[in-house]
């Protein structure tokens, strides 16, 4: 949970339904998208997508089973580790695949879509 109070950007609550660490102003849970009681906040979708990324693994069905870890890290602009996070873990085998995707969406307190780049 946040150190934030109430009301303040980065302020976070448990979402109900599946007990995820979520934004105190989402109006819809990103993990399980279930919405949320009315008047928690009003912000239905993000203002931008900061980042993505997509890839996809695939094993090639020789040899043994692969393992795989989904791990993501977050650092603040000093690069200190200030989140570290075990996603999913699973194994491949057979000609199995997995994707991975990788989404950075941004609020802003209006809803404004702001430009993104340098």
């Not at 934030?4 to 660490?21: D, K």
């Not at 695939?58 to 993501?72: F, T």
């Not at 890290?73 to 996603?87: F, L, Q």
Request: glycine letters at 12%; aromatic letters at 4%; a positive charge.
């Amino acid at each position: 949970m946040s150190n934030a109070r109430p009301g303040t950007p980065g302020a976070t609550r448990t979402c109900p339904h599946c007990r995820t660490s979520i934004l105190e102003s989402a109006s819809v849970c990103p993990a399980c998208r279930h919405h949320l009681r009315s008047g928690a906040g009003g912000k239905v979708a993000p203002a931008f997508s900061a980042l993505q990324v997509e890839g996809t693994i695939r094993h090639p069905n020789v040899g043994e089973a692969w393992e795989y870890s989904v791990l993501l890290t977050i650092r603040n602009a000093k690069g200190e580790e200030i989140g570290r996070h075990v996603v999913g873990v699973g194994a491949l085998q057979g000609t199995d695949e997995r994707t991975f995707t990788l989404a950075v969406e941004v609020f802003t307190p209006s809803g404004a879509r702001l430009p993104v780049g340098p």
